[in-house]
């Protein structure tokens, strides 16, 4: 999962390569992304046909679907720069809501702000 948030920092817009890894990473990771006549964000899964990955990096009620259960997300918002920033919050930290944000990240749109948020909140989960 490091390598992914690495390439979700890195990353500038929606990516249909990304979503298939983060599909692979959070729902079945043995499902196998689409080779040769390449379909982007087609999977196929076990005792299953093709299937289409949802648009986490580039829609925000995907990337939602990725926020952990228990988990809220506290702050949303854009800078003056365009950059999106989300902090994700648990009942257990409800003391820092104010002081201490651990899973925040400005990033370019608002899906790659809430996915790396989330894909972080899972990991300490």
Not at 34 to 41: E, H, S, T, Y
Not at 63 to 85: G, M, Q, R, Y
């Amino acid at each position: 999962m490091d390598d992914l948030i690495k390439k979700l920092e890195a990353a500038t817009g929606p990516s249909r390569v990304l979503d298939v890894e983060i599909y692979r990473a959070t729902i079945d990771e043995f499902a196998v992304p689409f080779k040769g006549q390449f379909i982007p964000g087609m999977v196929w899964r076990a005792f299953d046909q093709g299937y289409r990955v949802k648009h986490y990096t580039g829609s925000i009620d995907d990337a939602l679907t990725l926020v952990p259960k228990d988990w809220f997300v506290c702050i949303f918002s854009e800078d003056s720069d365009h950059n999106w920033f989300c902090a994700l919050h648990t009942n257990r930290h409800a003391k820092q809501v104010h002081s201490d944000f651990p899973f925040q990240k400005q990033r370019a749109t608002a899906p790659l702000a809430v996915c790396l948020a989330a894909l972080r909140a899972r990991i300490r989960a």
